[in-house]
């Protein structure tokens, strides 16, 4: 079947957008740069026979630390029909550089190895909304591994968004990598739910972000 033109406002193809960036947050952000959707230019959509849903999507992005930065984007996703266990597949080009943030990067390695005692932080952002400077490279460290969650979660149906974390806690290594333990809240924008989830997260400078283990977690747990 031949790709339908979808107008940008659709519910589905602002969830399959949400999830293209929450995936492109994950391969290409940092504790220097986190990656939101600033709008969806255009979209389109075709049914693959027994296979699934494919979107076509031009995204503009926005670094979440400087809404002034932006950059172009196109993307494809594909949502598999029927198995709940595969992720959607998710291809990106990106039309131009994102900002550089080597220094940023190494300036929060540094300090948070040189730490005499492990990272031990709770409700980022607080109920107002604000975060210490010094929590922002921890801040878009949950960003950006939660784009992870987002597109190994995703469905058709959904739409996730980071909320809040609610506690991180920095965990001894040996190695040269940094490792962070963290609680979150996920909202997920189309049932409202607010979804505690816990996730192992390993960072270094050279080799970006994996989410190592992660588990999403009974409700009553984030009161």
Known sequence: AAAMELPPSHGVANRAAALATGYLCYRRGSPGRGLA?????????????????KYYLELVLEDVLDKDSTVNCTAEVLYHLGNKNIAPDVQFTLEGELKNTEEADNIFYSRIKSLEKELVAENIPDSHGNVPPEMEPVRLLAWVASGYLIWQNSTENTKFQLAQIKRVKQVKRSDEYLEFDYTILLHEMVSQEIIPWQMTVLWHPQHGVQVTQDSRQPKHASQ
Not at 37 to 53: E, K, S
């Open 37 to 53: 959707l600033r709008c969806l230019r255009r979209a389109r959509r075709q049914d693959i026979d027994d296979v699934g849903h």
